[in-house]
C-alpha cells in the first residue's frame, strides 16, 4: 500500500506562483511513475501533468504548458509541481497520484484517471483575479 500526502496549496493571486509537494509514504515510489490530476469546481477530475519512474520524460496538458514543471526526487519518496504565471481557472482541488509498479506493465495512458492506483486527499488551490 501506498500512501500519498499532498501540501503546499493555498490561496494566489493570478501571476503567481505556488510549489505543491506530495510525499509517499508505506513503501518507496522510484518503481512507480506518478502523476498530478486537479478537479476544478463542478467538473470532472483531469490530467495535469505525469512523470516516469526516472522522471526523463515528463507530459503536460495543453492548458498548463510552459507553466508548470513536475518533478520527483526518489530519495525523498516525493514528486512536486511547480506552478506559475497562475490563472483563475488553474483553481481546483490538486491531488497527486501513483501508478503501482506491481501493476505497470510497460505501456500506459499516462493522462487517464483509471492508470493509477493510489491517490492523496488533495490540496486546494485558488487563484484570485
Given at each position: 500500500?501506498?500512501?500519498?500526502?499532498?501540501?503546499?496549496?493555498?490561496?494566489?493571486?493570478?501571476?503567481?506562483?505556488?510549489?505543491?509537494?506530495?510525499?509517499?509514504?508505506?513503501?518507496?515510489?522510484?518503481?512507480?511513475?506518478?502523476?498530478?490530476?486537479?478537479?476544478?469546481?463542478?467538473?470532472?477530475?483531469?490530467?495535469?501533468?505525469?512523470?516516469?519512474?526516472?522522471?526523463?520524460?515528463?507530459?503536460?496538458?495543453?492548458?498548463?504548458?510552459?507553466?508548470?514543471?513536475?518533478?520527483?526526487?526518489?530519495?525523498?519518496?516525493?514528486?512536486?509541481?511547480?506552478?506559475?504565471?497562475?490563472?483563475?481557472?488553474?483553481?481546483?482541488?490538486?491531488?497527486?497520484?501513483?501508478?503501482?509498479?506491481?501493476?505497470?506493465?510497460?505501456?500506459?495512458?499516462?493522462?487517464?484517471?483509471?492508470?493509477?492506483?493510489?491517490?492523496?486527499?488533495?490540496?486546494?488551490?485558488?487563484v484570485s483575479s
Amino acid at each position: 500500500q501506498v500512501q500519498l500526502v499532498e501540501s503546499g496549496g493555498g490561496l494566489v493571486q493570478a501571476g503567481g506562483s505556488l510549489r505543491l509537494s506530495c510525499r509517499a509514504s508505506g513503501r518507496t515510489v522510484f518503481r512507480d511513475p506518478m502523476g498530478w490530476f486537479r478537479q476544478p469546481p463542478g467538473m470532472e477530475r483531469e490530467v495535469v501533468a505525469a512523470i516516469t519512474r526516472r522522471g526523463d520524460t515528463t507530459n503536460y496538458a495543453d492548458s498548463v504548458k510552459g507553466r508548470f514543471t513536475i518533478s520527483r526526487d526518489n530519495a525523498k519518496n516525493a514528486v512536486y509541481l511547480e506552478m506559475r504565471s497562475l490563472k483563475p481557472e488553474d483553481t481546483a482541488v490538486y491531488y497527486c497520484a501513483d501508478k503501482a509498479y506491481e501493476f505497470y506493465s510497460g505501456t500506459y495512458d499516462d493522462s487517464q484517471i483509471t492508470e493509477y492506483d493510489y491517490w492523496g486527499q488533495g490540496t486546494q488551490v485558488t487563484v484570485s483575479s
